[in-house]
C-alpha cells in the first residue's frame, strides 16, 4: 500500500519562504505523476504543481503560483518537494501530495482531482499579513 506523507508547513509572514516534503513509500511504478494541491477552508482542493518522475521532466504549475513556488524530487529518497518563496496570504491551506501511479506522465489533466489514486494526510501553511 502506497503511503504518502507531508512535512514542512508552518506558519509565516507574507514574504517569507517554506519547503514542503513528501515522501513516498512502498510504490512499485517506475513512472509516476506526483504533485501537490491545496485546500483553503471553504474552497475546493485545487492543484499547485506537478511532476513526473523521470529525468528532466516538465513541471506544471498553477498561474497563482508561477515564479514564486518550485516543484522537484529527489528519486533516490522517492520524495517530491516544494519550495515556496515570496509566500501571500492568499497562499494559506492545507497542502496534500497527490500520487498517479498508472504511469501516465503528467500532461494538460495535472489539476485534475480524479487523477490521483493516493494521497498525504496534509500539511498546514498559514501565512499571515
Known amino acids: 500500500q502506497v503511503q504518502l506523507l507531508e512535512s514542512g508547513g508552518g506558519s509565516v509572514q507574507a514574504g517569507g519562504s517554506l519547503r514542503l516534503s513528501c515522501a513516498a513509500s512502498?510504490?512499485?511504478?517506475?513512472?509516476?505523476?506526483m504533485a501537490w494541491f491545496r485546500q483553503a477552508p471553504g474552497k475546493e482542493r485545487e492543484g499547485v504543481a506537478a511532476?513526473?518522475?523521470?529525468?528532466?521532466?516538465?513541471?506544471y504549475y498553477a498561474d497563482s503560483v508561477k515564479g514564486r513556488f518550485t516543484i522537484s524530487q529527489d528519486n533516490a529518497r522517492n520524495t517530491l518537494y516544494l519550495q515556496m518563496n515570496s509566500l501571500e496570504p492568499e497562499d494559506t491551506a492545507m497542502y496534500y501530495c497527490?500520487?498517479?501511479?498508472?504511469?501516465?506522465?503528467?500532461?494538460?489533466?495535472?489539476?485534475?482531482?480524479?487523477?490521483?489514486?493516493?494521497w498525504g494526510q496534509g500539511t498546514q501553511v498559514t501565512v499571515s499579513s
Open positions: 511532476l513526473t518522475t523521470t529525468i528532466n521532466s516538465y513541471p
Open positions: 512502498d510504490y512499485t511504478s517506475e513512472r509516476a505523476c
Open positions: 497527490g500520487a498517479d501511479y498508472s504511469g501516465f506522465i503528467c500532461d494538460g489533466t495535472w489539476a485534475r482531482r480524479g487523477r490521483y489514486h493516493y
